[in-house]
């Protein structure tokens, strides 16, 4: 593999070995993992890499995100997801790969951990580097032990073609070990801001009525039948109103959910939303009531525009993410009132300066994490 040296924005030579890199997607959903990861890919694009994306079909409002210097190619015929879609179309990559000999394949997220595994099993000839970034736990900790050691015991043989794995924390990091002992991962952040994100958000731009907001796919994941409840729950606070952004399945059972409660009327449910900084510029908090995360960006999000949060107890990561009292409240229940009493809190009390709650996310910024990303495909391209 022939080795290219640039210098960096301080004058630093470095080494460029991984000229192409591949991303794998099943389809071009709005998830956060997808949403970040073209994010990403547009940063690579620009700083003079090669980039592809590779995926079943270009299905997804996410596709309008992607650079016009990237170059996308699709299944054909388009493979939806499905039961074993990501069998089959781990098998179908295998070929364009050889086809197209990139020299890393990154997949962004725990959803195309089989596709890469299938597809690294296949590659055998201008073999590509594989990495994958776990982005969510790998096994359920509410899982009996004996089940999760089961599955662990599974996990590992089946994720051991994939070359290279990172975390997103090292709390993050030192869970997924307990599931892969033997695999060195390596800590590198969500890029989950950019450099025009501060701390700068107007009072004025607030709703009179307190406004709390929820953002994520409406699925069982983040568990928003949880959140309507608790939002039930605030009776007293009846001009309190409740926002949730995101599409899904669960859309039609949580307006139902809403009706049956009698918070309808002050429940908006607006669909995916491109730009969520307006929102959070107008709310009084972020709420999460998710039953697992990864590495629960839209905390972070929160957290830059200096919005308080409350979370349940969903990802291992949130020591990191809500360090300091200004920054919001984690809930070790799942149960309405627990969580209605965090919310009750957190808007009777006087909260922290903006830029009080936004310190610290500077280090999200994908100014900084992209080169990161590159340095590691870089490190892993020399053979």
């Known amino acids: 593999m022939t080795e290219v040296r640039n210098c960096d924005a301080d004058g630093v030579i470095q080494s460029m070995t991984a000229h192409h890199i591949a991303l794998v997607f099943h389809d071009f959903s709005t998830g956060g993992s997808e949403r970040i990861a073209i994010r990403l890919a547009n940063q690579w694009a620009a700083s003079g890499r090669r980039v592809t994306i590779f995926c079943g079909t270009e299905v997804g409002s996410a596709r309008d995100l992607v650079s016009p210097a990237i170059e996308i190619v699709s299944c054909k015929p388009a493979i939806h997801r499905g039961w074993g879609s990501r069998i089959l179309l781990g ?20 959803f195309h951990l089989m596709v890469l595994a299938v597809a690294a099993r296949r590659v055998t000839t201008k073999r590509p ?4 970034k776990i982005s969510n736990p790998l096994i359920d900790r509410n899982l009996p032990s004996i089940l999760r050691a089961l599955l662990s015991w599974l996990l590992r043989p089946l994720l051991a073609p994939i070359d290279k794995m990172t975390a997103m924390s090292p709390l993050l990091a030192k869970e997924a070990q307990l599931v892969l002992p033997n695999r060195q991962l390596t800590c590198i952040d969500e890029p989950i801001l950019d450099a025009r994100c501060n701390a700068f958000r107007s009072t004025a731009l607030r709703e009179h009525d307190p406004l709390i907001l929820c953002i994520g796919r409406l699925e069982r994941q983040k568990d928003f039948e949880l959140a309507l409840r608790a939002f039930a729950e605030l009776s007293p606070l009846g001009r309190t109103r409740l926002a949730i ?17 009698g918070i309808a009327a002050r429940v908006d449910l607006p669909g995916h939303v491109p730009n969520v900084s307006d929102w959070i510029g107008r709310a009084r908090l972020m709420l999460m009531t998710s039953r697992y995360e990864g590495f629960p960006a839209v905390l972070i999000e929160a957290r830059a525009l200096g919005l308080p949060v409350v979370t349940t107890d969903c990802s291992a990561a949130l020591p990191e993410v809500i360090s300091a009292p200004c920054h919001g409240e984690v809930v070790h229940s799942r149960v309405p009132f627990d969580i209605a009493g965090a919310i009750r809190r957190q808007l009777e009390t006087i909260p922290g300066s903006f830029e009080e709650i936004a310190r610290g996310t500077e280090r999200f910024q994908i100014q900084s994490i992209a080169p990161q990303w590159l340095h590691l495909f870089d490190s892993a391209a020399v053979r």
């Open 129 to 132: 580097i594989f990495v994958c």
């Open 245 to 261: 952004l995101g599409e899904g399945p669960d859309r039609q059972r949580l307006l139902d959910i809403a009706q049956r409660l």
């Open 91 to 110: 098998w179908k990559l295998a070929n364009l790969f050889a086809r197209y000999t990139p020299d890393v394949v990154f997949a962004p997220g725990n």
